[in-house]
């Protein structure tokens, strides 16, 4: 354990670092910051959210945001020329191909399916973005006895044990996001009248928060919320753009004067403490922060299953969760909420996911890098 204590002085690579622009980002921010406690931390980063005080920043330049796989390439040669010595660990959120710990938060393009064959064939060969990713990807799964790589959810890591070459077995990990915890106050109710004016008792306030409105299937909890009776509202957070097409979507489906766009919201407390469900029906989502967050403030959680959302692998169906089969299916998803407004039904979910969250902690998270860390120093 001695060696553990020592202290290390560590690269984090990921191009965004601000909390509140995604998972991946909060994940790459809460790790970093809890080991900045015990270590020295160098953040490699082209955004900054500078107002984390026990991390170094090093800006790399952003000279354009187009095209992204440009980009991308730039950032992993000029972080490797910047990290190529003076670090005891490379730890990289990014598809590089340097880095010791390799934390992967996306399905890896040598997973995905390829059953559409030639077509996907003729795309790849004709697009300089593909080659770039792949070639990225290949060097950053090349098996090296100093790099580990540690998937954000079990489904993930499953999959990265099926890439072909194969990953060795005691290289490859699972380390899943976790919260910091909450107190009595971050968990008090709000007033509802906050984002609605004709709210009753009998009120029930859903959410659905997501950067991607496609991949995080916006449309099933619209079409929901048409088939619900005009007690139930509901927020959206995020990047739910444009605008223009959901108001349409809105007026079309006659809710419109029940849903509110926040936008993007950097600190979510209040938001969590104001509603009573969280309606998550993925489509794509290797882990899901959300449903992690919304539970450690004791919102019963709808989220579709670990086929689609990496977090359902660790939940119960019926006892912290309700996981649905089928994330399109709007009627599946309105029975799952009309259960869970009946008060007993409420009141067991939103104590079984505090339980839940308070077993995942972010200093658990960054203790299990730190055995990693030693592992990879010790080979």
């Known amino acids: 354990m001695d060696s553990l204590r020592k202290r290390l002085k560590i690269a984090v690579l990921h191009r965004t670092f601000c909390a509140s622009a995604g998972g991946a980002e909060a994940y790459a921010v809460a790790v970093a ?5 015990r270590h ?13 005080q026990t991390v170094t920043f090093h800006p790399v330049a952003l000279f354009f945001k187009r095209p ?3 980009n991308q390439l730039w950032y992993a040669t000029a972080t490797w020329w910047l990290t190529r010595e003076g670090f005891d660990i490379v730890h ?6 340097h880095g010791n710990i390799q934390t992967v938060h996306v399905i890896p393009m040598r997973c995905k399916n390829s059953a559409d064959g030639l077509w996907r064939k003729l795309k790849f060969l004709t697009s300089p973005r593909l080659w770039t990713y792949a070639a990225l990807e290949f060097f950053r799964f090349r098996v090296n006895s100093k790099r580990l790589w540690v998937a954000v959810s079990s489904p993930l890591l499953q999959q990265l044990q099926q890439m072909r070459p194969p990953l060795p077995a005691g290289q490859l990990f699972s380390i899943a996001p976790g919260i910091y915890p909450r107190t009595n106050e971050d968990c008090g109710k709000t007033q ?3 984002f609605f004016t004709d709210t009753t008792a009998n009120s029930k306030i859903l959410l659905w928060v997501g950067n991607d409105a496609v991949k995080k299937n916006l449309q099933t909890v619209l079409n ?3 088939v619900l009776d005009s007690s139930y509202k509901l927020l959206v957070v995020g990047k739910a753009l444009p605008l223009t097409h959901w ?3 809105l007026e079309a489906l006659g809710i419109a004067d029940r849903v509110k766009f926040l936008g993007v919201v950097s600190v979510m407390s209040e938001i969590y403490a104001s509603v009573d469900l969280l309606l998550h029906p993925s489509l794509e989502d290797t882990f899901g922060m959300v449903v992690l967050e919304a539970m450690s403030f004791g919102l019963p959680v709808v989220v579709s299953s670990s ?3 990496g977090i359902a692998a660790d939940l119960q169906h019926g006892l912290n969760a309700f996981i649905l089969v089928d994330p399109k299916d709007a009627i599946a998803l309105k029975s799952a909420v009309l259960e869970l407004s009946q008060p007993p039904v409420l009141a067991k979910y939103q104590a079984n996911s505090v339980a839940f969250a308070n077993n995942c902690l972010w200093p658990h998270v960054a203790a299990q890098y730190e055995v990693l860390y030693q592992q990879v120093l010790s080979a």
């Open 224 to 226: 929901t919320l048409s």
């Open 92 to 97: 990289s959120h990014e598809n590089t191909w």
């Open 247 to 249: 108001q349409e979507q």
């Open 192 to 194: 509802k009248p906050h």
């Open 33 to 37: 910051l809890d080991l900045s406690q």
């Open 307 to 309: 086929e689609h959302c």
């Open 68 to 70: 992204r796989w440009l």
């Open 40 to 52: 020295e931390v160098h953040v490699f980063a082209q955004t900054i959210d500078t107002s984390f």
